[in-house]
């Protein structure tokens, strides 16, 4: 079984020159969170800080954001972007699975896009660091990809001809994501799903044609009725069980005891 390795990561974001040309997660970490606590004055880590932005708006609340990445390419966005946007939060170079902090040292502890990358003994165990290095009562919010997609079935073409970006990528349902921070201690009082936008088909055809040298917009530029129609019914179903059975991603939060 192929594996994500650090070189995947560093050649992904070195090759990100244009940040802003990559898809951003909308606002869904900060909503779910501010869901569950007030953020003001809150400590926080991100584990896989990706490009940071996912930390930026949780700062802006007045959160004071520890962002952890091991690869440098990865922490030279963050800090490119935090400066250009005025954000400040702390930047660490630092191993998930031994995170360099001591107990119980954050009210909030989150990651998206990082617990499918690692196999099952792996994920057990940076789970147990989110774990331990969340205060009593803190919040563990963990996002990953939802198991049936029509973008599982393509990301695992990929990955058999070796062709993925990450290397190596599983996924999950929503009962077993809640089944896993059970595992680890946390109740559950927060699950969300959330659909793909723009679409998968957007998505691919504007890859294809960057090909041919044609260059979509990395959001669909339509107006009117329609896009309003659609965007009221993504926000009503998002929290209903048929999203978080047909999203593209899902979430849980969990609380620590």
Partial sequence: MRGSTKSNWENFWKSKTNVHDVYSNADRILRNLIAVTDLKGKSILE?????GRDGFGLARLGAEVFQLDYVESSLAIVRTLSRQEGIRVHLVQGD????????????????????????????QRLLSENVRVLRHGGFLLVDVPQRYHIYTVLKHILIFFGRWFAGWEREFSL????????????????????WMYPSLFYRVLREVLRKFG????????????????????????RHSRLAMHTSLSIGVVGQKA
């Fill in 175 to 194: 009962p077993e994501l809640e089944r896993i921070l059970k595992d680890h201690g946390l109740s559950v009082i927060r699950s969300y799903g959330e």
């Fill in 96 to 123: 998930a699975f031994t995170l360099p902090f001591p107990d119980l040292t954050f009210d909030v502890v989150f990651h998206q896009g990082l617990l499918e990358h690692f196999k099952e003994d792996e994920a």
């Fill in 47 to 51: 584990v896989g800080a990706g490009t």
């Fill in 214 to 237: 044609i260059r979509l917009p990395l959001y669909p530029q339509v107006g009117g009725w329609l896009t309003r129609l659609r965007a009221r019914i993504r926000e009503r179903a």
